[in-house]
Every structure is written in structure tokens, then in C-alpha cells.
């Protein structure tokens, strides 16, 4: 079945550590989306990629880096920057990024900072 | 500035109470506007797309309908099983961000 993947899907960090968010999709869709969910709050946009190697930074890219090295993958970096990373973080995707195109969400990576 | 208000943000009912799901937007051009179910500790599902002001869908006891500045999600007789958070989302003719409610979360009652 196509979809996207996301992993792991439960994550344990210490202050200061650099952690990777994996998303994979197998849905031939050009556009990628990392978004972020807090309780309250709607999903807030990271990074998004509309082609291979080329991305741009959302509402909330500060503290965040990503690649598109590869069409299907979309791997997002908390770094130690992001000073409040606790968070439900969402991968999605969408045939290209130029129409009213749906988007498909993996299960979601849920990051807890200790 | 492009926004989506969602109400009630919490939402009980007896199964069989059929009710109303409100998503009130502001857009610079509404390029659509997305329904989608979410689940606890799961992704979003996508439930529907409308375009233009008096479109309506339907998908079992799921009914979504849109007027120019909002959209209503209507659930007729609904059942435990669909007892989730229901987010909507605009996008804008101009850019290719998705702009997000912060949901409604329906509990239905057996």
C-alpha cells in the first residue's frame, strides 16, 4: 500500500542532543510538509520541499533543518536550537505544490525532550 | 492575514444526536478548503475538499458544505466510532502553505 512513513514513532531526547526525524513516502508525490501539533493549537508549518534538493522554511523553522536528497525522503532535524521541541511532529505530503492537492499525513513522531 | 477558526473545540453527543461542526476562515483567495478526521497519537485523515461557495459533500453521516467565509461539517446520527478530532484547513491562492484550525473534538456517547 503507498504511503508515508514516518519513524521512530517515539522519541526520548536530553537537552542539548541533535535528534532526526525519518519520513519516507512511496506515493510518487512531488511536495513534502514537516508540521508541528501542540495540545491547542493547530498544525504549524516547519519546512516544506516542492522538488528534489530545494526547500523552504515555514512559520516555525527556527531551531529545525531538513534534506531532499531523494524524492521520497524528507528527514527533519530537531537541533539543540529549538528550545521547546516536546511536540507531535507530522510528515505529509502532496502530489505537487501547485493545485488544491490533498494531503496525506504519516502517523506522526512524537519527540519528548527529558 | 490568512486564518481558520474552528468551533465548539469540544463537542459531546448521544449517539444518534446529529449536530454541526463550524470552520470560520479568512482568506486571501481560497484555493480550497480541506476536512480531515484525527485520531488520538495518529496522523490526520482526509475527509474532504471544497472549492467554491455552495459546494457540498457527503461521505456516510458526513456532510460538509461552504459559503464564503465559513464551512460547516454536519454528522447525522452519528455512531461512537466517529468520536475524533475534526480539523479543517484553507489554502490561499497565494503561496502553497496549508493554514489550520486547532480542531474540534467530538465524543460520541453510546
Known amino acids: 500500500d503507498g504511503g508515508i512513513t514516518q519513524s521512530p514513532k517515539y522519541l526520548f531526547r536530553k537537552e542539548g542532543q541533535n535528534v532526526t526525524l525519518s519520513c519516507e513516502q512511496n506515493?510518487?508525490?512531488?511536495?513534502m510538509y514537516w508540521y508541528r501539533q501542540d495540545p491547542g493549537q493547530g498544525l504549524r508549518l516547519i519546512y516544506y520541499s516542492q522538488i528534489v534538493n530545494d526547500f523552504q522554511k515555514g512559520d516555525i523553522a527556527e531551531g529545525y533543518s531538513v534534506s531532499r536528497e531523494k524524492k521520497e525522503s524528507f528527514p527533519l532535524t530537531v537541533t539543540s536550537a529549538q528550545k521547546n521541541p516536546t511536540a507531535f511532529y507530522l510528515c505529509a505530503s502532496s502530489i505537487d505544490a501547485s493545485g488544491a492537492n490533498v494531503l496525506t499525513f504519516g502517523a506522526g513522531s512524537r519527540l519528548t525532550v527529558l | 492575514e490568512d486564518q481558520v477558526t474552528q468551533s465548539p473545540e469540544a463537542l459531546r453527543l448521544q449517539e444518534g444526536e446529529s449536530s454541526s461542526l463550524n470552520c470560520s476562515y479568512t482568506?486571501?483567495?481560497?484555493?480550497?478548503l480541506f476536512w480531515y478526521r484525527q485520531d488520538p497519537g495518529k496522523g490526520p485523515e482526509f475527509l474532504f475538499t471544497?472549492?467554491?461557495a455552495g459546494e457540498e459533500k457527503e461521505k456516510e453521516r458526513l456532510k460538509a458544505t461552504l459559503t464564503k467565509k465559513e464551512s460547516f461539517l454536519h454528522i447525522t446520527a452519528p455512531k461512537p466510532e466517529d468520536s475524533a478530532t475534526y480539523l479543517c484547513a484553507v489554502q490561499a491562492w497565494t503561496g502553497n502553505q496549508f493554514y489550520f484550525g486547532t480542531g474540534t473534538s467530538l465524543t460520541v456517547i453510546p
Open positions: 471544497l472549492y467554491s
Open positions: 482568506v486571501s483567495g481560497l484555493r480550497g
Open positions: 506515493l510518487n508525490h512531488d511536495a
